[in-house]
């Protein structure tokens, strides 16, 4: 099915092509079960052929259906700039530096005084005001301002940010000052979603009464209990990523599990209930989606919610399926619900860290027989940890380009500490009002979550603690993903062929790797990024670099971690170029292979001259005030760079003035990133 749903997205197919292929398929498969048995036998690889086309084509068929462009109500069919929207606030606020962030669900257009009903989402940001504080989830507001197509930033390596609010259904986005929108008297909330809300507001008001953010103890504290995220602090953060931990404090199953397992404790120790497994099932089900809405319904907790459902149903039924089952089934139906989650991180870690979780822990625990309970306990822990990190390093390396070298010490600490930790938030949540009980567990939870974050802090301290900036492309994880699965069924099957596999990817690996490396050592680029307001400018040459640009950039971690880094690794450069003589600016020009650029950032007097300079590349920053017939009185140049830090309106003024006078120009902010080969 995962196949069906990426072909469509990649290779479209027309809906009537996919019916029509869908319909021949089940006639076919039909047709196939009227046979005799006889023959039934000697085809029956056709069955297995024909079930599998009919999975693909559903998968197919429900991508093209999720695509909202194909939906004639979808109102970005028919949007016009000039044209009102009502539109709904479909989640609570969120806070950020600037503004408050949050979704708006379409309802009704408004052009020329009718109206008429409309359905899509739009991600929102309210600039911050008393206005904006009092707006809540389920507020009816008209906006009436222009609307921007979600873009990316073009920069090499980057988070595809328009293709991940595609996934979510989110293609425009808007931001709106207090006087672009009217706040109706209206609250068209939800009842489950506002029920949700109101007891995750609940669950953070307790802790917030009871916890301090002192050195982000609340933020890691709200994190591990219902996966709130706003309050983490960005370095610890990055800490807890790079020990290999950030599991959790983003909600998985591991939380989900955590939670079913104390709750069938607690029901069979309940008069009543214990016996009752369709009241207990009921119980179990509504407190386990209940859980997984207030943390958001992430890709994670969806599989195990839905996987923990089959398991509950199947005992009901006194039916109890294999776990392979019940992660095909989990899969099958949330992949009908959305397609996209295919592409989810969250969904691929999850399943691939169950599959090598249920297939590898066993064979790797028995490996070694402690002498006692402790250590036996230990050693499965660490199995499982082991187990899962097999199967999900070649997809971290290519996500993340890093690998955490203490993953197994790490998890050690941090999974059983965070699994009391949240067993002590849960007693806190629902004792709360027991004053001296939530003074003594808020307390525990204080100092254990101090002692939590500290070890990962001095664990990260370790030299070698984590094997960063590692390269790797689609087709370096394919073939590293066969070199272990082939690997793994060599070593538990014995089976020649699989070595011979195994042994070929590789092969395969280290040849792309090279070929890449290669590459890497002939490349000579300028990279001028998009990045908001500043000027910043990367001179690749080989595999290393050289930064250009605002100083302030160069102790920015935000900005080198999400815009400089992903391109250095992208084009395998991560050793610093110092001292270059080849690229150092005399009065904003300088000469790189033979390519002159220039960079045009503040009042320049262009005096006309008998023999203009060429300039190869013209980069204009900082909103200089400036006259292009002025500048072709001195210098030719061959392209023209706008940069991210000029203001739209002086970036669309040169452009009509370039295009006035037959210039060739790139504008970053429409873009994206400007990348040249220098030869």
Not at 563 to 585: C, D, G, Q, W
Request: glycine share 4%; with cysteine.
């Amino acid at each position: 099915m995962s196949i069906g749903i990426m072909a469509q997205w990649y290779f479209p197919i027309p809906i009537n092509w996919l019916l029509i292929l869908l319909s021949v398929c089940l006639l076919n498969f039909f047709f196939f079960y009227s046979l005799s048995i006889p023959l039934r036998f000697k085809f029956r690889y056709v069955q297995s052929v024909l079930l599998i086309s009919i999975i693909l084509f559903i998968g197919m068929i429900l991508t093209w259906n999720k695509n909202l462009h194909h939906h004639n109500n979808w109102y970005g069919n028919f949007y016009k700039k000039e044209q009102a929207i009502l539109v709904r606030i479909d989640e609570p606020l969120t806070e950020k530096d600037k503004t408050y962030k949050t979704i708006l669900s379409v309802k009704k257009m408004v052009s020329d005084d009718k109206q008429y009903n409309a359905y899509g989402n739009i991600l929102v940001y309210f600039k911050k005001g008393n206005k904006a504080t009092n707006l809540k989830y389920g507020d009816l507001i008209c906006i009436k301002k222009p609307l921007q197509k979600i873009t990316n930033s073009g920069n090499p390596g980057s988070f595809n940010n328009q293709q991940y609010q595609a996934f979510q259904q989110i293609y425009q986005q808007v931001y709106l000052t207090d006087n672009d929108y009217i706040k109706t008297d209206k609250n068209e909330a939800d009842k489950l979603w506002k029920t949700v809300y109101g007891l995750r507001d609940f669950t953070l008001n307790v802790l917030k009464q009871h916890l301090s953010n002192k050195n982000g103890i609340l933020g890691i504290a709200e994190a591990l209990l219902i996966g709130y995220k706003n309050d983490l602090d960005a370095n610890l953060t990055k800490a807890y990523s790079k020990a290999g931990v950030v599991h959790i404090i983003a909600i998985s199953g591991l939380h989900l599990g955590l939670i079913y397992g104390l709750l069938l404790w607690l029901l069979n120790r309940i008069p009543f209930l214990n016996k009752n497994e369709f009241i207990k099932a009921l119980i179990l089900l509504g407190c386990l989606w209940m859980f997984s809405l207030m943390t958001g319904a992430s890709a994670s907790v969806l599989r195990s919610a839905v996987m923990f459902t089959c398991i509950i149903i199947g005992n009901v039924m006194n039916r109890k399926a294999s776990i392979y089952n019940s992660l095909a089934a989990s899969a099958f139906l949330l992949l009908c619900y959305n397609p996209y989650l295919v592409w989810d991180v969250g969904f691929q870690l999850s399943y691939l860290a169950i599959t090598g979780i249920v297939w590898l822990q066993k064979p790797i625990q028995n490996l070694i027989s402690p002498n006692n309970i402790i250590m036996t306990k230990i050693w499965e822990m660490a199995s499982i940890t082991i187990a899962a990190q097999i199967i999900t390093f070649p997809i971290c390396v290519y996500y993340f380009h890093q690998f955490p070298n203490l993953f197994l010490l790490s998890n050690l600490i941090a999974v059983p500490l965070s699994t009391i930790i949240l067993f002590a938030e849960i007693f806190l949540v629902l004792f709360y009002k027991f004053s001296f009980f939530a003074k003594l567990i808020s307390t525990f939870i204080f100092y254990a979550i101090q002692f939590l974050n500290e070890a990962i802090l001095q664990i990260n301290n370790i030299p070698f603690s984590i094997w960063d900036n590692i390269y790797a492309d689609a087709w370096s994880t394919i073939f590293l993903y066969g070199f272990v699965v082939f690997g793994i069924y060599w070593m538990l099957n014995h089976q020649k062929q699989f070595f011979k596999l195994s042994l070929l990817s590789s092969l395969l690996f280290f040849g792309n790797q090279t070929f890449a490396e290669i590459n890497a050592l002939q490349q000579h680029r300028l990279i001028i990024y998009n990045h908001s307001n500043q000027l910043a400018i990367d001179y690749l040459n080989r595999n290393k670099y050289q930064f250009i640009g605002d100083d302030s950039i160069k102790n920015d971690e935000k900005t080198i971690s999400n815009v400089l880094k992903p391109s250095r690794i992208y084009y395998r450069a991560n050793i610093p170029l110092e001292n270059n003589k080849n690229f150092s600016f005399y009065k904003n020009v300088t000469s790189i292979h033979y390519k002159r650029i220039m960079i045009l950032d503040s009042t320049y007097c262009f005096a006309p001259i008998k023999n203009k300079i060429d300039i190869d590349v013209l980069i204009v920053s900082k909103n200089p005030r400036l006259s292009f017939h002025e500048i072709l009185c001195v210098i030719q140049p061959k392209i023209i760079v706008f940069d991210a830090s000029n203001s739209l309106w002086k970036t669309t003024k040169w452009k009509k003035e370039c295009e006035a006078l037959n210039l060739h120009f790139f504008s970053i902010k429409d873009q994206g990133a400007f990348v040249m080969n220098i030869q």
